[in-house]
């Protein structure tokens, strides 16, 4: 079965510093995709960020960036110029490329904090 | 923002009574899916449907059922609520369930099994 592993309950970031959080994964499927989802105080789920496994480049979005290491199956997210509003929970998901189309696995989160 | 409704948004509500959420999307959106998030776990799929009145079970299924009888709502159902179904539920959509595919997600429905 796959997992999701996010080691790092909490984090804490200065602002307009860089903080990366670290999650790992286990599969045996080749093909699948994995996710960064922010969840802030509202509870609204809202997608960081997304990478497809066969893409050995790395996605970005504007400040967020992954590091993504397949072999060590190893999904990173650094974010860079941290900013208040980026203070939320964050999760790291995965979702296999075939059979059910519903299952996206999270991890457990990590609670990320921004002092000013 | 995605056009997703869950209702309610807070529920009370004592051991072994039914319980039904409603989620409802204004996207034409084909794919809904129910997940419970509780504190030291990530968010688990419940159900999932794949268009009206098609519906498959996700990881946590055991004392939930759903039920879709048109494109844009989606219940879930908990015939007789415990203790352990204390949790948010949220409910999400995509346009048509890819494994790449954008999910969005509602607000959620904090619901509370006394």
């Known amino acids: 079965a796959q997992t999701v592993t996010q080691s790092q309950p909490e984090m804490s970031v200065q602002e307009a510093e860089t903080v990366t959080l670290s999650c790992t994964y286990d599969?045996?499927?080749?093909?699948?995709?994995l996710f960064w989802y922010k969840q802030p105080p509202s509870r609204q789920m809202i997608l960081v960020i997304r990478?497809?496994?066969?893409?050995?480049q790395n996605a970005t979005e504007n400040r967020f960036s992954v590091n993504f290491q397949k072999a060590a199956k190893s999904f990173s997210l650094k974010i860079s110029d941290s900013q208040l509003g980026d203070a939320a929970m964050y999760f790291c998901?995965?979702?296999?490329?075939?059979?059910?189309?519903?299952?996206?696995?999270f991890g457990k989160g990590t609670k990320l904090s921004v002092k000013p | 923002d995605a056009g997703i409704t869950q209702s309610p948004r807070h529920k009370v509500t004592e051991t072994g009574t039914p319980v039904t959420l409603r989620c409802h999307q204004t996207?034409?959106?084909?794919?809904m899916y129910w997940y419970r998030q509780d504190p030291g776990h990530g968010l688990r799929l419940i159900h999932y449907?794949?268009?009206?009145?098609?519906?498959d079970k996700g990881e946590v299924s055991d004392g939930y059922s759903v039920s879709r009888s048109k494109t844009e709502d989606f219940l879930l159902t908990l015939e007789s609520a415990t203790s352990s179904q204390t949790s948010v539920y949220f409910c999400?959509?995509?346009?048509?369930?890819?494994?790449?595919?954008?999910?969005?997600f509602g607000s959620g429905t904090q619901l509370s099994v006394l």
């Open positions: 999400a959509i995509s346009e048509s369930g890819g494994p790449n595919e954008k999910l969005f």
């Open positions: 599969t045996s499927e080749s093909d699948y995709y």
């Open positions: 990478q497809e496994a066969y893409k050995q």
């Open positions: 998901a995965y979702r296999p490329g075939g059979g059910s189309q519903g299952n996206l696995i």
């Open positions: 996207e034409n959106h084909r794919y």
């Open positions: 449907s794949y268009g009206v009145k098609d519906t």
